[in-house]
């Protein structure tokens, strides 16, 4: 069994890397007030390739040690409910689908739906990767990530390559997205960065337990105030329970920001109109275990992009 090192998981490598991730919309950008002739390419968050390389599906999935019930209120026991909680402990794939409706806000004018995405997350954990071999033996782990959204109309929830912006004036062109990554969860800590502030917490409700991570954003020249609100919900009596090792999970997002965040809007920073994104989705284990719409929608589409134990 794999032993999580003492210096731990490095929370703010996990929730950024990972939290902005599944926050982030993928738009193409439209050209202009005109619409869009050409099928565009589809936004890619820069730096992150397509697919997975060979090497981290070729990796030993990390097994870790729950030796326990976890004690939450310690840093430790945190860590590790947070990580069962969103993947898993015991080398095993975590399938994420998530349905998220994207809303405009604009100025004195009624908000209206956008349009609907519908996401595929595959993640998994190995216990160190091709460009971490003097760590390996230490334990450390690496994330892997292959995400996969498709485009849906707000209100048929059928598959859509266009969509109109009244509030922008414009056409945009949409398209299917794709990307990976692999990231160390344990490395030193990235640098601080001042404008931005989380707070992640845990409470009991119910039969639940609930994890809730607040990312506020300080607004810059070249960066509109933005804040957004992630919330894992599990069963806390399976979450202490050592042996129960396949938890299934429920999230739910939040965000609220001014629309020049997104460049494809192709507003200025000080454009009042405002993009509230919400989110709902579930991990599961098994493929068989997904949404029929995710099967349909995206699997039988992009078999090639789900990594499959």
Same mark, same amino acid.
């Given at each position: 069994?794999?032993?999580?090192?003492?210096?731990?998981?490095?929370?703010?490598?996990?929730?950024?890397?990972?939290?902005?991730?599944?926050?982030?919309?993928?738009?193409?950008?439209?050209?202009?007030?005109?619409?869009?002739?050409?099928?565009?390419?589809?936004?890619?968050?820069?730096?992150?390739?397509?697919?997975? %390389? *060979?090497?981290?599906? /070729?990796?030993? +999935? $990390?097994?870790?040690?729950?030796?326990?019930?976890?004690?939450? @209120?310690?840093?430790?026991?945190?860590?590790?409910?947070?990580?069962?909680?969103?993947?898993?402990?015991?080398?095993?794939?975590?399938?994420?689908?998530?349905?998220?409706?994207?809303?405009?806000?604009?100025?004195?004018?009624?908000?209206?739906?956008?349009?609907?995405?519908?996401?595929?997350?595959?993640?998994?954990?190995?216990?160190?990767?091709?460009?971490?071999?003097?760590?390996?033996?230490?334990?450390?782990?690496?994330?892997?990530?292959?995400?996969?959204?498709?485009?849906?109309?707000?209100?048929?929830?059928?598959?859509?390559?266009?969509?109109?912006? %009244? *509030?922008?004036?414009? /056409?945009?062109? +949409? $398209?299917?997205?794709?990307?990976?990554?692999?990231?160390?969860? @344990?490395?030193?800590?990235?640098?601080?960065?001042?404008?931005?502030?989380?707070?992640?917490?845990?409470?009991?409700?119910?039969?639940?337990?609930?994890?809730?991570?607040?990312?506020?954003?300080?607004?810059?020249?070249?960066?509109?105030?933005?804040?957004?609100?992630?919330?894992?919900?599990?069963?806390?009596?399976?979450?202490?329970?050592?042996?129960?090792?396949?938890?299934?999970?429920?999230?739910?997002?939040?965000?609220?920001?001014?629309?020049?965040?997104?460049?494809?809007?192709?507003?200025?920073?000080?454009?009042?109109?405002?993009?509230?994104?919400?989110? *709902?989705?579930?991990?599961?284990?098994?493929?068989?275990?997904?949404?029929?719409?995710?099967?349909?929608?995206?699997?039988?589409?992009?078999?090639?992009?789900?990594?499959?134990?």
């Amino acid at each position: 069994m794999t032993q999580l090192p003492a210096s731990g998981i490095n929370r703010r490598t996990l929730l950024a890397g990972v939290g902005g991730l599944i926050s982030g919309a993928a738009f193409a950008r439209g050209q202009a007030d005109d619409p869009q002739t050409g099928a565009s390419e589809a936004y890619t968050p820069a730096g992150f390739p397509h697919a997975l %390389p *060979a090497e981290a599906l /070729e990796e030993p +999935l $990390a097994t870790l040690e729950q030796p326990g019930a976890l004690d939450l @209120d310690d840093p430790q026991g945190l860590r590790l409910a947070r990580i069962k909680t969103s993947f898993s402990l015991n080398g095993d794939y975590a399938y994420s689908a998530y349905m998220t409706r994207h809303f405009v806000m604009p100025p004195d004018r009624t908000p209206y739906p956008l349009v609907n995405e519908l996401e595929l997350n595959v993640s998994f954990l190995t216990t160190g990767g091709p460009e971490f071999r003097e760590e390996y033996e230490q334990g450390k782990l690496m994330l892997h990530g292959s995400y996969t959204r498709a485009f849906l109309d707000a209100t048929t929830l059928r598959p859509v390559d266009t969509i109109e912006v %009244p *509030a922008m004036n414009r /056409e945009l062109t +949409l $398209a299917p997205t794709q990307f990976a990554l692999s990231i160390p969860m @344990d490395l030193a800590p990235v640098p601080h960065d001042p404008t931005l502030t989380e707070d992640l917490r845990w409470y009991r409700f119910g039969d639940d337990v609930h994890f809730t991570n607040i990312a506020l954003f300080t607004p810059t020249e070249s960066r509109p105030p933005r804040m957004d609100t992630s919330v894992w919900q599990v069963k806390h009596a399976h979450l202490m329970d050592p042996a129960h090792l396949r938890l299934k999970a429920s999230y739910s997002f939040t965000a609220s920001s001014y629309a020049a965040l997104y460049a494809w809007t192709g507003l200025d920073v000080d454009d009042p109109t405002r993009i509230v994104t919400s989110k *709902a989705g579930i991990k599961v284990h098994t493929i068989e275990e997904l949404p029929a719409l995710v099967r349909e929608r995206i699997l039988a589409k992009h078999p090639e992009r789900v990594p499959r134990k």
